[in-house]
């Protein structure tokens, strides 16, 4: 498996959120203007994409926000989410981030406790589906 870095939003990325956000997950709003300004990381089993997510600094948090993580059903249960967080904070402490927050589905919650976030403040629901506000300082 190997990790990509990208700059603008790639097909491969969208396949993997459409399939899992959308047709699987149920959202209707996965897509946002966020993309455009983010780096995107898509892991490719062979020439297959197979998980993304992106990371993003938002100037109203003043934090780097990882968001968007989504692993295909057919590759779940390899650790393939973990490997996209881990790469995902590379990322963020080579352009000089120390931590990191993200929006989890309270589902995701006990996944990203095991990658050494903690959560914090109340849940708050995204369409329709509980969330909670999560960080690691690395």
Known sequence: MIIKKYNILPDEAKYIRETVFIKEQGFKEEF???DDNCIH???????????????FFD???GSYILGRLAVLP?????????DMVHDAQ??????????????AQCRAK?????QGYAPFG???YDEDCPHIWMKKVF
């Open 90 to 103: 590379d990322v963020i402490e080579s352009m000089g981030g120390s931590s990191l927050m993200l929006h």
């Open 32 to 34: 946002d203007s966020i």
């Open 59 to 61: 100037e109203n948090k």
């Open 74 to 82: 057919q590759y779940r249960g390899r650790n393939l989410g973990a």
């Open 41 to 55: 990381l898509v892991m490719f089993d062979d020439a297959h994409p197979v998980a993304t997510c992106r990371v």
């Open 122 to 124: 109340d849940v708050d």
């Open 110 to 114: 006990s996944f990203y406790e095991k």
